[in-house]
């Protein structure tokens, strides 16, 4: 079994220890990892090593990747044992539509959802999908 499958194994003993509305301000083993406000954080695909982490301080999980992509099963499975909510709307460069950010947008509005942390492979997705709900809240690219 390799390595990263038994890290995501590791979790399904986690116990989920979520503080209210609140994501950590850095969180190590998360390329791209950015707090943009309390319950919301952005990044990469984590690191095994950071799952634990994750499961400690989300209450969801919005995945951006396709199921073909490496890991996504086997992060599926671990979040969702570790009693976190996972969701996923994959989405690339030729599918990617109003329809997908209205899906993320969604979970986002749900009170009960926070803190929620959205990945997908690079955060590049990530960057895609939050400059259309930036753009749909009014905001600027200065704003940014």
């Not at 390799?2 to 301000?25: I, K, N």
């Not at 850095?26 to 406000?37: M, N, Q």
């Not at 209450?59 to 976190?84: F, Q, S």
């Not at 895609?128 to 809240?137: K, Y």
Request: aromatic share 4%; with cysteine.
């Amino acid at each position: 079994m390799r390595s990263s499958t038994t890290s995501f194994l590791a979790l399904l003993a986690l116990p989920v220890c979520v503080a209210a509305g609140e994501a950590p301000a850095s969180l190590d083993g998360l390329p791209g990892y950015k707090l943009l406000r309390p319950g919301l954080a952005v990044g990469g695909v984590p690191a095994a090593a950071a799952l634990p982490e994750i499961a400690k301080s989300f209450r969801t999980v919005i995945d951006l990747r396709t199921d073909r992509e490496e890991g996504v099963a086997d992060e599926r499975a671990a979040l969702a044992a570790a009693g976190l909510r996972y969701v996923s709307v994959p989405l690339t460069s030729d599918s990617f539509s109003s329809a997908d950010v209205d899906r993320v947008a969604a979970v986002l509005g749900e009170a009960q959802a926070a803190p929620v942390l959205l990945h997908c492979h690079s955060s590049n997705r990530v960057g895609g999908v939050m400059a259309v709900l930036s753009h749909r809240e009014g905001q600027t690219l200065d704003a940014w």
